[in-house]
């Protein structure tokens, strides 16, 4: 059984530049969460992917989108990028919705916006 | 909104000390509680968790009690070891069904010296 996995491990872009960040959930798993991870920092709720849908969202601009294929692997997609943007972007997935869901992480996108 | 407070870090122990690193939340309801561990280099990883009121999560020697009158879940051990050296996330649990997500507390690194 293959855990999560990200791609690329590190970009380097510049400001204004778009991105697309990949991620394989693991097998069995249709429950997709994206985060962001400042230096320093915890990680910030970006939104969800269940089913193809995303089904929540935290405070992050529309310039932040995302997708979910019917295989479950999801891209996290970041127009007009900011230096602010610099972070680790973690992907999270899950079996399923409910209290007691373990959710299991890749090993992160490190983005530096220039 | 949901907010968990950590200690500052960071924190520096000899091997075999006595380890307690707070964690306090903010929420409505009943959110379940995680401990995240993140070592170099990698994504996280769930340490321990708990679901309820009173309920303990334990995993590696590692200890926390969900303490819903003081809205507290503070992680222990009674013995680190230098691969103990990671830095730790607390982490609430939201799920009303549909929208999911974890709130994290900053993270706390923790050293231990040999």
Known sequence: ?114 | GDSVTQMEGPVTLSEEAFLTINCTYTATGYPSLFWYVQYPGEGLQLLLKATKADDKGSNKGFEATYRKETTSFHLEKGSVQVSDSAVYFCALHRSNFGNEKLTFGTGTRLTIIP
């Open chain 1, 1 to 114: 059984e293959t855990g999560v996995t990200q791609s690329p491990t590190h970009l380097i872009k510049t400001r204004g530049q778009q991105v697309t960040l990949r991620c394989s959930s693991q097998s069995g798993h249709n429950t997709v969460s994206w985060y962001q991870q400042a230096l320093g920092q915890g990680p910030q709720f970006i939104f969800q992917y269940y089913r193809e849908e995303e089904n929540g969202r935290g405070n992050f601009p529309p310039r932040f989108s995302g997708l979910q294929f019917p295989n479950y692997s999801s891209e996290l997609n970041v127009n007009a990028l900011e230096l602010d943007d610099s972070a680790l972007y973690l992907c999270a997935s899950s079996p399923g919705q409910g209290k007691n869901t373990e959710a299991f992480f890749g090993q992160g996108t490190r983005l530096t916006v220039v």
